[in-house]
């Protein structure tokens, strides 16, 4: 089943950016093991009805997930898939809209582009306010909490750089090292920020807890994401090591890969205060229309 929603126009806010403080203590990660989860599982998949890509970013304490599909003229829309229940998340006026985060309120942010650019936004209570950081060429939020405190990215002449978003201030998060490239993809309740950075031709992960950087590199990858993280400490991310991209969680020290049986591709890109993980995979039974057919699923342990 699934269901229009049609927000509010969008409410413009001029904010400031906030100064951080320059110092944070940069802490370097361990290599870690990989066994397997004895726990039982349950996978679904997740397909917005009659979409020619389906793509789960993001799911919150009540199970409600959010994410972004295709149609089948190539335009992309956000949805949120509620007791099996799919609606399409639009904002009004915009040419596509993207979904990726929800926080336990239902409160929803994304990005979406118009005839004047690419705009970062949040939906609370059916009002759309605009969320772009001043003079940004481009702004995106990824995550929101429960406290309603939002990170995510933007661009400007000087490269790409994370932010957080605490009531009309935004703060640039740069991580120490960073060759002018850092994202910032989650937030959970407890405010701990996690993302990736890239440095001396390697891109590393990190979270960021209480002005406190920790650097997270997959044992031989010379990429780690981190792209989302719950109460518990436990991380979905990805790592590209020799070509090869793996899924994973990291949990309390252990690495756990994540695929998808029926499917190719893996990437697992959110996770709630239950542990269960949204994402998606490439289908390679079904390509109409475009040149990777992408899915999502629902794994619950």
Known sequence: MRK???????????????????????????????????????????????????VPTGIN???????????????????????????????PGALSTSVTGINSAGDIVGGYVDETGSHGYLLRNGTVTNVDVPGAQFTIPTGINSAGLIVGQYTDADGTHGFAYDHGTFTTIEAPGSDRLTVVSGIDSRGRIVGSYFSEALVHGFVLDKG??????????????????????????????????????????????????????????????????????????????????????????
Not at 33 to 50: E, G, H, V, Y
Not at 73 to 87: A, D
Not at 282 to 291: K, L, Y
């Open 61 to 91: 304490a009540a199970g409600d997930i959010v994410g972004e599909y295709l149609d089948s003229n190539l335009v992309g829309h956000g949805f949120l898939l509620r007791r099996g229940l799919y609606t399409t998340i639009e904002v």
């Open 212 to 301: 406190e950087y920790t650097v997270i590199d997959y044992p031989g990858a010379t990429s780690t994401n981190l792209y989302a993280i719950n109460p518990a400490g436990q991380i979905v991310g990805g790592a590209y090591s020799n070509g090869v991209f793996t899924s994973f969680l990291l949990e309390k020290g252990t690495y756990t890969s994540i695929v998808v049986p029926f499917g190719t591709q893996t990437a697992a890109t959110g996770i709630n205060p239950s542990g269960a993980i949204v994402g998606s995979y490439v289908d390679p039974e079904q390509t109409a229309g475009v040149e990777s057919a992408l899915r999502g699923f629902l794994l619950r342990f």
């Open 4 to 54: 229009q929603f049609n927000a509010s126009r969008p409410q413009l806010r001029f904010c400031r950016i906030a100064s951080k403080a320059a110092a944070h203590a940069l802490v370097a990660a361990v290599l870690l093991s990989f066994p397997p989860r004895s726990s039982a599982q349950t996978l679904t998949r997740i397909d917005f009805p009659n979409a020619l890509q389906t």
